[in-house]
């Protein structure tokens, strides 16, 4: 069981709403509402980067393509490399999806 720095019971609410979350337009409507676009925007490209890193691609590269800050990028590569493995857990979950949705 991973012990997050983070663990309230408020968070705990705010996980179990997402989980509860079906289908994109579920997640779309939910992140609209609790999100401002400036956060929703902030997320999806810190994700967007994640991604990138994981494909091997070069700071520039992934900088033109997200339009990210080298500081966004490197707080992100650090996440990946020493943080809470959140990032790695759901990037393997999604290649093996891919990969099974190839079949």
């Known amino acids: 069981m991973y ?3 983070f663990k309230s019971n408020e ?4 996980f179990a709403a997402i989980l509860a ?11 609209e509402d609790l999100m401002t676009i400036k ?13 990138m890193l994981d494909g091997k691609k070069t700071y520039g590269e992934i900088e033109t393509a997200t339009k990210a800050s080298a500081a966004t990028i490197s707080r992100v590569n650090k996440c990946l490399q020493y943080g809470a493995g959140g990032y790695t857990r759901v990037l393997k979950r999604m290649q093996e999806q891919e990969a099974n949705d190839e079949q």
């Open 3 to 5: 012990d997050s720095k």
């Open 11 to 14: 968070t705990d609410d705010l």
């Open 21 to 31: 979350l079906e289908t994109e337009e579920d997640c779309y409507r939910f992140f």
């Open 39 to 51: 956060e929703l925007q902030a997320v999806t490209q810190r994700w967007q980067v994640a991604r």
